[in-house]
């Protein structure tokens, strides 16, 4: 992975909407897709006569690769410089969070973004010195119904947050 050389933004977040693939029950019961995507852009869409603008919009036929791509490689990118990076994923029960971040594990076409962070991140690490010494933390966490559990460890459930002395928030 060839690693930009100038900083990221000062303010560089941003929000991409991902229309998941409709699933076979969904398929099954005639359900269509309500959202208009208008001709020429990928940045807006159209839901019940109004207009809503994202930096990215990834429609239903989106491959993983280019969700990965488009919306997540550069902030991988940024935390092998040493930068912080997050990817929060919001929405409704079953609207795709779990099929963007997860996918189908195992598969090199279907996988989602965290298994490719994980072959990027590696990758990245096995191309430098031996001699270096790296140390990776990740956290996986669910916030429903305002209770929040660590999706690497399932026994640790209603977490909550908290501020260190410096008042980076963390869950404990």
Do not use: W
């Amino acid at each position: 992975m060839n690693l930009p050389h100038e900083p990221p933004a000062e303010d560089s977040i941003k929000v991409v909407c991902r229309f998941r693939p409709l699933n076979d029950a969904e398929e099954k019961a005639g359900s269509k897709f309500i959202a208009k995507f208008p001709p020429g852009t990928e940045e807006c869409l159209s839901f019940t006569g109004k207009l809503y603008m994202y930096d990215k919009i990834f429609k239903p036929n989106a491959t993983q690769e280019k969700v990965y791509s488009e919306a997540a490689k550069a902030i991988v990118k940024d935390v092998l410089m040493g930068y912080n990076g997050t990817i929060f994923a919001y929405g409704q029960t079953s609207s795709g969070k779990t099929h963007t971040m997860e996918g189908v594990l195992g598969d090199s076409v279907h996988q989602g973004i965290i298994p490719r962070i994980v072959n990027d991140i590696f990758n990245h690490i096995y191309s430098m010195d031996e001699n270096i010494e790296f140390h990776i933390k990740v956290s996986y966490f669910e916030i429903y119904l305002d209770k929040i559990r660590d999706l690497l460890d399932v026994s640790k459930t209603n977490l909550s947050v908290h501020e260190d002395k410096n008042r980076v928030p963390y869950v404990k």
